[in-house]
């Protein structure tokens, strides 16, 4: 028996309809895998796009040679970070690539304490990049400006640098020292936890370290350790805790005076440690990576002062590989 031709369109109405729910449904599924996707590849990546971005990333010779008491350091520098994005080989991710920017603007002042040279430095950075690549086959992009997180640091001598006037400095001949630093990173940086990339980590971290300092003739050996320590994002995308466990730090550096305030360092550093937990369940990201760099700094008369600086990756296991410039004036008075 012929169906009635409206019996046929009702038919093929309902035919479309349960397509279209099935094609919705699809669509929901795909759009929840995304998203999952998305999630994991912040978890992952998130260190590369901020300021903090690959703390450890962080090259500075001659971070602990005494200066003399009174004297005032103020200090504008410009980085650029650049390169791939390493993860997990199991995961769909490809061609990952991150670029940040940042300017920073620091003060510091060197005093006496208990008899030793110390010195106080606070740090305001503005950063802005962006990050890009395939995920599932699929190619993402995002952008972020905004100012990062405020850093504090003090350094204090504990041995061959007592704390000297600026006539005593300039008499002084160059001898081993053995300094401590703490840095704090304090969450005051742009973050919004509606959005899974941020410029803030929203969460503190400090940095305690130990940094020898030897002088051999026109070289100077110095090596440092430390380890950072995080506190946790309470309020992570979506409500969620996000954790990371100690990152340890190691610097090497070997420098060169031409003459004084002109001399040229090359630079070695090795971080391992730091995987993350989201929500109780622990994320296969521990960074086990290394770099090497130069850095040359110029006087520029006699109150300034010009930095070069450059690093690139030498191995790197998960987290960013990038490649670094940066250039920073400093101005010096008493």
């Known amino acids: 028996m012929r169906k009635h031709p409206r019996e046929k369109g009702a038919a093929g109405a309902r035919f479309a309809v349960a397509g279209s729910r099935l094609s919705d449904r699809r669509q929901d599924r795909e759009g929840r895998t995304s998203r999952r996707w998305a999630v994991a590849l912040v978890l992952l990546a998130l260190p590369a796009l901020l300021p903090a971005h690959a703390p450890a990333q962080e090259l500075e010779p001659r971070a602990y040679s005494p200066s003399p008491v009174g004297a005032n350091f103020l200090i504008l520098s410009y980085a650029r970070s650049a390169g791939d994005v390493i993860f997990d080989p199991s995961l769909p991710f490809s061609d990952v690539k991150a670029a940040v920017n940042s ?9 006496g304490l208990c008899g030793r040279s110390a010195s106080a430095a606070v740090l305001a950075p503005y950063a802005w ?19 990062a997180d405020l ?3 003090l350094v204090v001598n504990l041995l061959g640098g007592p704390a000297l006037s ?15 630093s703490l840095l704090v990173v304090v969450p005051t940086g742009q973050y919004d936890p509606a959005k899974l990339i941020n410029i803030s980590a929203n969460r503190w971290a400090v940095k305690p370290e130990l940094g020898l300092s030897h002088p051999v003739g026109r ?20 409500g969620s805790r996000r954790e990371q466990a100690p990152l340890t730090a190691f610097q090497a550096h070997v420098g060169y005076a031409f003459k004084p305030r002109l001399w040229l360092a090359g630079d070695a550093t090795y971080y391992a440690g730091g995987h993350t937990t989201l929500d109780g369940v622990e994320k296969q990201d521990r960074q086990e990576n290394s770099r090497l760099g130069l850095t040359l700094s110029v006087p520029v008369g006699r109150q300034f002062s010009l930095k070069v600086s450059w690093a690139t990756g030498v191995t790197a296991r998960i987290g960013s590989d990038f490649n670094t410039f940066g250039v920073a004036w400093q101005a010096v008075w008493f």
């Open 129 to 147: 990049g962006s990050m890009s690549g395939n995920v599932a086959e699929q190619f993402r992009s995002i952008e972020r400006a905004g100012p």
């Open 166 to 180: 600026p006539r005593e400095f300039a008499q002084r001949r160059p001898r081993t020292t053995l300094g401590t």
């Open 103 to 111: 300017a920073v603007l620091a003060y510091g002042r060197v005093f």
């Open 219 to 238: 070289f100077t050996l110095e090596t440092y350790a430390g380890v950072w320590l995080f506190t946790d994002n309470a309020d992570f995308y979506g």
């Open 151 to 153: 850093r504090t640091r």
